[in-house]
């Protein structure tokens, strides 16, 4: 279960009392963080003790838990009505999720919030499963071939716990694992055309599976790519090289296919009823690629089964009152909209029918209802700060958040970062620019195997000084530099801290993620207003303009000379 802090364990006060820094200075950010980043990495045990010690007589504990902090200052700077505010909705909004829990499936399909028991589906998780190992003795390759939703969280999974250099190893050194390839998102035929190139070059395209991954199975970049490589296949059986994740109606294009000539398996992978791509990570979508994936001292079954308790942890989490310090969903959705309105400056930045519960027909500021934001408004941009060396977590909450977030002229903008190499980038902009940005920090207590600065080395003393630390010790001092900057500088920041990066933790982080967009979209009344529709939250029908023009621009001879 998940636990939100009391701020003092993030506290400027307390750094400034035991570090004594002064940024007053006039030197740059970075020339700054340098020359404390020995101040940092040397005294910060000091600190997290202290913090700890506090947090003791608190009666709390960060034994193996996920935890919420908000910079005392940020937190400080919210308006006591905005707050008060958007609790009375907070607590409303509670109420109507709690009426889902015991709601029939069926209810939650027709809302688009079948995701949210996607981890209880024992069905769908069994054949994932079942599949899964037969494939792996089958194939020596696998591709996913998709696009946003249906191949985001796979990249995560990828990018978090598989082998960095996966490909190169040897099938023993990846524990039977296949090699990995996307593709699938573009109509760029660069990477595509090289990808099937090296396969046929080292003779494994026969000993590929293609998991093609689209709920309407007319996804047109989705599908581009699998009519290319049906063509590499050259076969009558090249369906046996594919296996194809999509609706299970005949409404999808890849199961009308599929009762003509099945597919690898014989079977199709769903993607469930009311699961919108975003959302879809722990259906098959994600789940088959995970299992597939599964490395040394791993099997299929234990990947699954770490990703499902990490899933429930957060599904619990959301379940306990709004207000509980382990409903971190609820937390974070309050701090992200409370920033919002103090960068945007408005009097009620929270829609009135969230408020009330009611709907309201009256429209104001030109036409717009209430909690949307006129053109003139100062927009929040929420800088994601993975402090790790991987960017796909970024990139998957950037679709999460905007294509979920971003209706009615309103919603906050996401700025994908990586720590330490954004702050050799985008952090000069942070503290320099535009105050319109709020950070929210990903930070890992442990990051996997480490390694340790060598001692002895005979190099100049501003390198000896770091020798011993291990680099996990010197990711966490760069981290913490970084948010005491931000503190000291006044820019809202707050911490969102996992004890370990592997699945359980990285699954229970997607999931919380999850459900703080479900919250935040009802604190801007995204399920109101829709004439009777599904929340806005869950649609996105923003595309369907760029899918229009699309086919009237592929289809009009000589366009390409335009």
């Known amino acids: 279960m998940a636990r939100f802090n009391v ?15 002064n940024s007053s200075g006039n030197l740059k950010t970075i ?11 040397k005294k910060i045990s000091f600190v997290f003790q202290t913090s700890m010690e506090e947090l003791s007589k608190e009666g709390m504990s960060l034994d193996s838990k996920l935890h919420f902090l908000v910079d005392d200052g940020a937190a400080g700077s919210f308006p006591q009505a ?3 505010k958007v609790d009375t909705a907070l607590q409303r909004i509670h109420l109507l999720f709690q009426d889902e829990t015991e709601a029939p499936l069926a209810e939650l399909e027709r809302g688009l919030r079948a995701w949210t028991r996607s981890h209880l589906q024992t069905e769908d998780i069994a054949q994932v499963a079942a599949l899964a190992t037969r494939a792996r003795e089958a194939f020596s390759v696998l591709v996913i071939i998709g696009v946003g ?34 593709t699938g998102d573009t109509f760029d035929p660069r990477k595509l055309a090289g990808l099937l190139e090296m396969l046929k070059a080292r003779n494994l395209l026969d000993k590929t599976l293609f998991n093609v991954i689209s709920k309407s199975g007319t996804t047109t970049e989705t599908m581009a790519t699998l009519m290319v490589i049906r063509d590499a296949l050259d076969d009558v059986n090249w369906q046996q090289q594919v296996l194809a994740t999509t609706g299970l109606t005949a409404d999808s294009v890849l199961f009308r296919m599929h009762e003509q000539s099945p597919f690898y398996g014989d079977t199709l992978l769903p993607v469930p009823d009311g699961v919108g791509g975003r959302f879809s990570a722990f259906s098959p979508v994600g789940l088959f690629f995970l299992a597939m994936t599964a490395g040394k001292n791993e099997t299929p079954d234990t990947r699954i089964r770490a990703a499902v308790e990490g899933v429930n942890q957060a599904h619990e989490g959301f379940n306990l009152a709004y207000n509980h310090r382990d409903n971190i969903a609820y937390q974070l959705a309050r701090w992200i909209h409370l920033s919002e309105e103090v960068v945007s400056g408005q009097q009620s930045a929270v829609s009135e029918e969230a408020v009330s519960g009611q709907r309201s027909t009256e429209p104001r500021r030109g036409g717009m209802f209430i909690g949307e934001r006129c053109p003139e408004d100062h927009s929040l941009n929420i800088v994601f700060y993975n402090y790790a060396d991987g960017s796909c977590l970024g990139e998957w909450f950037v679709q999460l958040y905007t294509e979920s977030i971003q209706e009615r002229g309103g919603g906050a903008n996401v700025i994908n970062a990586k720590g330490p190499t954004s702050n050799h980038s985008i952090l000069n902009g942070i503290i320099a620019g535009p105050r319109d940005k709020a950070v929210l920090f990903i930070h890992w207590e442990e ?3 480490d390694l340790v600065l060598p001692k002895e080395t005979g190099m100049d003393s501003k390198l000896t000084e770091f020798e011993g630390l291990s680099m996990t010790h010197m990711q966490a001092a760069s981290y913490r530099g970084t948010a005491l900057d931000f503190s000291e500088k006044g820019i809202p920041n707050a911490t969102l801290t996992l004890p370990k990066r592997d699945i359980q933790s990285v699954c229970q982080l997607m999931r919380l993620l999850m459900d703080t967009i479900a919250v935040k979209g009802r604190l801007q009344g995204l399920h109101l207003d829709n004439n009777g529709g599904s929340e806005l939250t869950y649609l996105q029908e923003g595309v369907e303009g760029y899918k229009r023009n699309f086919r009237s621009f592929a289809l009009t001879p000589g366009v390409d000379s335009e």
């Open 149 to 182: 939703g249906s191949d985001l969280s796979a990249r995560v999974f990828h990018d978090s716990f598989n082998h960095p250099y996966h490909n190169l190893l040897s099938v023993e050194e990846r524990g039977g694992a296949p090699e990995v390839y996307f």
């Open 447 to 449: 990051l996997g195997s």
């Open 7 to 21: 701020p003092h364990l993030w506290n400027p006060c307390l750094f400034h009392k035991v570090l004594n820094i």
């Open 31 to 41: 020339e700054y963080l340098k020359l404390r980043l020995d101040t940092l990495t």
């Open 82 to 84: 905005a707050q008060q």
